[in-house]
Every structure is written in C-alpha cells, then in structure tokens.
C-alpha cells in the first residue's frame, strides 16, 4: 500500500520567515495530495490540495508543488504569522474514477511554531 | 452551521469496558470516518462507511466496532479487546467517498484508560 514520509516532524520560524515541509510518497499511481492543518484541540482542515496533472498551485502566501517524477511534494508558507502555528498534515490517495474508493493515507504531521 | 459533531470531548474507559463514541453530520455526506491519532503518526484509518448500512475496515480496525443505520450518524464503540485505546479519535464525512473529496473533520474525542 501507499507509504508517506513527512519532514521535519518540528519547525520553528520567525514571524515573517518562509516556512517549508515535505511529503515523499510510494506509489506512483497517487494522484492527489491535500495539506490538513490542525489547530490545538480541533480537527484537520483543508487548507490546499493538488492533483497530479498540475505542477505547483498557490493560494495566498501558502503554495503546493508536485514532483511526480521524485515522487514528493512540499508546502511552502510565506511571511508566516504567528496563527500559521498548528500541526500540518500532508496526505496521497490515487482515484481511479466513477465511485472507486481509494484511502487516504497521512504523513506523521509536522508541528510548525512561528515565533512572534 | 453545518459540520461534524463528536461527544463526549473527553472519555476515560476503565478496563475491560467497552465506550462508544459519538459522530454525527449535519452535512448530507453519503460517506462518514473514523481516524485514531497518535503523537508522531499521523491519522490512520480505523473503519468507513460510504453508504447508509454498509461499512468497512480500515488500517486498525482490531478491536473497534462501528454501525452505520443512519446517514447522519456513525458511532464507533471501542472494545475491551483494543488493548491499548488511548488516543485522540477524530470522525470525518466526505461528500461521496471519493478518495479526492474534502475530508471535514469533529473537533475530536480524547479517550484515556483509568
């Protein structure tokens, strides 16, 4: 099955400073891989997600980028707040179309601090 | 407001008791989640449900059990045979279960053993 590897599992910036986490990921049939960002004492929310026929997608300060060819994909944070600070989770699942289940599978989660 | 609802926040199991969680949507997804996480690996799968009287196993269903006889609902009961339940539980739905869809997580449960 799907293996995803999540680096670092801590990050700690400075308000301001560019933050950035990476997600490797096992089988090459994955084809979409969303960012979770958990809050302390709620549940994850989606914050962006890609699929594998796009290379990079931005939202704001926060972008995805896609290496299908290495088989990883990273978050990059900019001008961090001090309300970026939460557990971030990437995840992969690969659809096969019509109403195929495929599981999601997350990343061990990095927690990200951004000193004011 | 829209959302997933989870209860008790806080649960404790004494051993060899079994506890069931709550979840309930107000969403009218078809398809609804459990997820165990523990401190350093991430959410992992325990059993879903993609339709109304139908569910299936996830990663670590051992010693979990779940029912699915409502839409809206889909409590999961935690056995005495799961041997170590301490853990953060979090439910989640999702429109129709594609593995691409937006996942919308409760706020969670915390289950300690006494």
């Known amino acids: 099955g799907e293996n995803v590897e999540q680096h670092p599992s801590t990050l700690s910036v400075q308000e301001g400073d560019s933050a950035v986490i990476k997600c490797t990921y096992s089988?090459?049939?994955?084809?979409?891989f969303p960012w979770y960002k958990q809050e302390l004492g709620k549940g994850p929310q989606l914050i962006i997600d890609?699929?594998?026929?796009?290379g990079e997608k931005k939202d704001q300060r926060i972008a995805v980028t896609l290496n299908k060819t290495a088989k990883h994909f990273s978050l990059h944070i900019t001008e961090t707040q001090p309300e970026d600070s939460a557990v971030y989770f990437c995840?992969?699942?690969?659809?096969?179309?019509?109403?195929?289940?495929?599981?999601?599978?997350f990343g061990q989660g990095t927690i990200l601090t951004v000193h004011p | 407001d829209g959302g997933i609802t989870q209860s008790p926040k806080y649960l404790f199991r004494k051993e060899g008791q079994n506890v069931t969680l709550s979840c309930e949507q107000n969403?009218?997804?078809?398809?609804m989640y459990w997820y165990r996480q523990d401190p350093g690996q991430g959410l992992r799968l325990i059993y879903y449900s993609q339709i109304v009287n139908d569910f299936q196993k996830g990663d670590i269903a051992e010693g979990y059990s779940v029912s699915r006889e409502k839409k809206e609902s889909f409590p999961l009961t935690v056995t005495s045979a799961q041997k170590n339940p301490t853990a953060f539980y979090l439910c989640?739905?999702?429109?129709?279960?594609?593995?691409?869809?937006?996942?919308?997580f409760g706020s969670g449960t915390q289950l300690s053993v006494l």
């Open positions: 089988d090459s049939a994955s084809n979409y």
């Open positions: 989640a739905s999702s429109r129709q279960g594609r593995p691409n869809e937006k996942l919308f």
């Open positions: 890609i699929r594998s026929n796009v």
């Open positions: 995840a992969a699942s690969k659809y096969a179309g019509g109403t195929s289940y495929g599981k999601l599978t």
């Open positions: 969403l009218n997804h078809d398809a």
